[in-house]
């Protein structure tokens, strides 16, 4: 399982841009039916070229963010998972160490190709501009800071939003007996 602060992190860090996204989009037109069927649906117009500058900043704004920290612990997840199946067969152990062990080149290539699509999703969203002064914040003392200590926070926000997850859901299951209670009805 993966720490609980790369998962919040992606989270955290994913919600907030695509709510704000989907609210600033306009309603979808209704869709038009084809002239005939079997018509093969228009496909959509290609996403621009981003330049090698653009992608080395948004690169460099993955990697300075920290977020890159939460795709270290996928591939040993990876592994132990492997590791724990093979339980029932312990004389696989020492070939499958050994078999692990190689393909950790392999593996190191294919975080860096995830790292590179993190690095597109940051160019398509954030302009050079924006990734400049993102980059400059991150070089910060404040911004250093903060990287430092975004999974600690993550984690304090893991714990208190499952507290407040309890809480509310208390509080509206007392609330909710209590009106329908007022209307005649019993929950329970």
């Known amino acids: 399982m993966l720490p609980r602060f790369a998962v919040l992190a992606a989270l955290v860090l994913a919600a907030p841009q695509a709510a704000l996204a989907q609210a600033a989009k306009p309603p979808a037109p209704a869709q038009k039916p084809t002239a005939k069927p079997g018509t093969p649906a228009p496909q959509p117009p290609a996403e621009p070229e981003l330049t090698p500058s653009h992608l080395a900043l948004a690169r460099e704004v993955m990697l300075g963010s920290g977020m890159s920290r939460s795709f270290d612990s996928i591939i040993p997840t990876m592994a132990d998972q492997i590791r724990k199946n093979a339980v029932t067969r312990p004389d ?57 200590t975004q999974p600690q926070i993550l984690d304090d926000m893991v714990g208190a939003m499952q507290d407040w997850t309890q809480e509310v859901s208390e509080y509206i299951m007392v609330r909710t007996r209590a009106e329908m209670g007022k209307r005649g009805h019993s929950l329970q």
């Open 92 to 148: 696989l152990g020492k070939d499958l160490d050994e078999v692990l062990k190689s393909l950790e080149p392999e593996m190191t290539l294919q975080k860096n190709r995830l790292i590179e699509i993190a690095a597109r999703i940051y160019a398509k969203r954030l302009s050079e501009a924006e990734l400049k002064e993102i980059i400059t914040f991150f070089r910060s003392p404040a911004g250093k800071r903060y990287v430092e």
